[in-house]
C-alpha cells in the first residue's frame, strides 16, 4: 500500500474497521528497556549509567525508588523468556544496558555483559520470538556524563565504538535494530526540565544534546550497515499531534512552537536533512544551542533509515501563557503544576479536556490520534514502514482477593489503538507492526514503582509476576491477528 493514495484505498478502510483484522505478516511485540527491568546493577562488571546515580539522588524519584533490583529480570531472565513465549507475541524489543558493554563508556568489550545478551537472543529465537535490539534507552554510562554527557560531541563517537561491539557480537543473530529510544526524552528531560538523568536543567545544553544524540543516530546508522549489511535500522520518536486550544493566534502560535520541539525538531532533521527554522531561531539565544551544528552532520543523520518506530500515549493541547483565562472559560483543565516538561521555554501551557479520560499518567486518551500522526509522517516526511514501537497506559491495577488482575481499562486503550492503526493502515500507511509498553510493571522512571504499565503484574520486591486480564486478552489478539468485533 506504501505509494498509494488515501482515498484510492478507501474501502479497506471499512473492510479493516469492519473485520478489525491485521495485515498478513503483522509483527506483534512487546517492549521494555534495561534500566526499568532488569536490576543486577553491580553484577557481572556492570558500570553505573546516569540513571544509578540520578535515581540515588535525593527527591530525583517517586519514594526515592531506583532500578536497583526493577523486575530483577536478569537473574530471571528464564522464566521471562518463558512468559513472553506463553504470551505468543512473535517479536520482544528490549535494550541493552551500554554500561554493562563498556562500564566506562569507552575502551574493551566486557564479555560478560555481552553474554547476557547473547543468552537472551538465543533465548527468544529458540522459542521463535523475533528480538528487536534498542541501543540506547536513556541510561548513559555515567564516565561518559562527568565528561560531559550528550552535551558533548565525543559521545558521538563513542556511541559509533559501543554500536560497532554490540552489532560484531550480536549480528548473527538480531536483525532489526533500533538506535535511539525518543532522543527528545534524553535531551529535553535529561537537560533542560531535569526530570530525568542526569537531572541538568539548561535548555542550551538541552538543543545540544538533541543534535548530538540526533549526531549518533546516523553514526550508529553507518556502522550497523557496514556490520550487518541486511540489518533493518530504525529510530524510536515520541510524536504526537499537538493541538492549539483555540484558533486565536497566540495559541496557534504555542502550538507551532510545541510541535516545532516534540515533532518537527527530530522528524525535520531524519527526514528532510535540516532543521526547522523556527526552532533554530528560538533557541538561538541559547548556548550552545544547535551551535554545535558542524558541516555534513545533517547529512549523516538524514541517511535513509528502513523503518521509523513510532511511540505513542497521547496527543497534548496547549495555550498562550496569556491565554490561561481564555482556555479556562472554554472549560478546559489546567493542571497544576502544569506540564513543564513537554512545554517548558516554549511559552506554552498544556490544558486537559475535562471530557476526555485520561490514564493513571494524567494522559488523556484519544487513539484517533494515533492515527492522525501516522498519517501525519506519511503525508509530510515519508511513506517508509512504520511500527507502533510503544503504546500502553497505567491504570490503578490492583489484585483481587481472588488472586486476578482485571485490568478492563488497559484493554480498552489497548483495543483502541489498535483500531486507530488499522485505521491507519486503511489510510494507506505502511504500518509494519505494534508493541505494547509493556510485558511487565517495572520502574517507570521519576514515577518509581507508582505507575503499572505491564501486561504482567510484579509483585515489588518479591519478584512474583501474574499475568493481568490484558496479557490473555492481548493472547488472544496475536493468536487471530485481529481484534474481537
Ligand atoms: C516512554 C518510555 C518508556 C516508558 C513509557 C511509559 O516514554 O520510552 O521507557 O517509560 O514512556
Known amino acids: 500500500m506504501v505509494g498509494g493514495r488515501y482515498w484510492e484505498d478507501a474501502p479497506i478502510v471499512a473492510l479493516q474497521r469492519g473485520s478489525g483484522a491485521f495485515p498478513d505478516g503483522f509483527l506483534w511485540g512487546t517492549k521494555t528497556s534495561a534500566y526499568q527491568i532488569e536490576g543486577s546493577v553491580d553484577a557481572d562488571g556492570r558500570g553505573p549509567s546516569i540513571w544509578d546515580t540520578f535515581s540515588h539522588q535525593t527527591g530525583a524519584t517517586r519514594n526515592g525508588d531506583t532500578g536497583d533490583v526493577a523486575c530483577d529480570h536478569y537473574r530471571r531472565l528464564d522464566d521471562d523468556l518463558d512468559l513472553l513465549a506463553r504470551l505468543g507475541a512473535g517479536a520482544y524489543c528490549f535494550s541493552i544496558a551500554w554500561p554493562r558493554i563498556q562500564p566506562t563508556g569507552t575502551g574493551p568489550a566486557n564479555e560478560s555483559g555481552l553474554d547476557f545478551y547473547r543468552r537472551l537472543v538465543d533465548g527468544l529465537l529458540r522459542r521463535s520470538i523475533v528480538p528487536v535490539v534498542t541501543l540506547y534507552h536513556w541510561d548513559l554510562p555515567q564516565s561518559l556524563e562527568d565528561a560531559g554527557g550528550w552535551v558533548s560531541r565525543d559521545t558521538v563517537g563513542r556511541f559509533a565504538e559501543y554500536t560497532r561491539i554490540v552489532a560484531e557480537a550480536l549480528g548473527d543473530t538480531v536483525s532489526t535494530w533500533i538506535t535511539l529510544n525518543e532522543p527528545w526524552c534524553s535531551a529535553w528531560l535529561g537537560y533542560a526540565t531535569g526530570e530525568h538523568a542526569p537531572g541538568i536543567r539548561d535548555h542550551g545544553k538541552a538543543a545540544a544534546a538533541t543534535h548530538h544524540l540526533l549526531l549518533a543516530h546516523g553514526a550508529a546508522l553507518q556502522v550497523l550497515r557496514a556490520t ?76 535513509p533509515i528502513d523503518f521509523l518506530g513510532v511511540n505513542f500515549y497521547s496527543p497534548t493541547t496547549v495555550c498562550a501563557p496569556t491565554r490561561r483565562a481564555e482556555a479556562q472559560a472554554a472549560g478546559f483543565w489546567i493542571p497544576e503544576p502544569d506540564h513543564r516538561a513537554r512545554v517548558g521555554d516554549l511559552n506554552a501551557v498544556q490544558v486537559l479536556r475535562p471530557e476526555v479520560s485520561r490514564t493513571q499518567m494524567g494522559w488523556e486518551i484519544e487513539p484517533g490520534a494515533l492515527t492522525e500522526i501516522m498519517v501525519r509522517v506519511h503525508d509530510e516526511y515519508a511513506t517508509l514502514p512504520l511500527y507502533v514501537t510503544e503504546n500502553g497506559a497505567a491504570f490503578d491495577d490492583y489484585v483481587g482477593p481472588d488472586g486476578e488482575i482485571r485490568d478492563a481499562e488497559r484493554i480498552g486503550y489497548l483495543d483502541g489503538h489498535l483500531r486507530a492503526v488499522l485505521d491507519a493502515v486503511g489510510a494507506g500507511v505502511d504500518v509494519r507492526g505494534y508493541f505494547v509498553w509493556s510485558v511487565l510493571d517495572n520502574f517507570e522512571w521519576a514515577h518509581g514503582y507508582s505507575k503499572r504499565f505491564g501486561l504482567t503484574w510484579v509483585d515489588f520486591p518479591s519478584g512474583e509476576r501474574i499475568p493481568k486480564a490484558s496479557f490473555a486478552w492481548y493472547q488472544r489478539t496475536v493468536r487471530d491477528n485481529a481484534l474481537e468485533p
Open 228 to 303: 550487518i549489511p541486511s540489518a533493518q535500522v530504525g529510530i524510536g520518536l515520541n510524536i504526537q499531534p499537538i493541538r492549539p486550544a483555540s484558533d486565536h493566534d497566540d495559541d496557534r502560535a504555542a502550538c507551532r512552537r510545541v510541535d516545532g520541539n516534540l515533532n518537527r525538531l527530530y522528524l525535520d532533521p531524519l527526514f528532510k536533512g535540516r532543521y526547522p527554522d523556527d526552532m533554530l531561531e528560538h533557541y538561538s539565544g541559547h548556548a550552545p544551542g544547535f551551535d554545535v551544528v558542524a558541516a555534513g552532520d545533517l547529512e549523516t543523520i538524514s541517511r
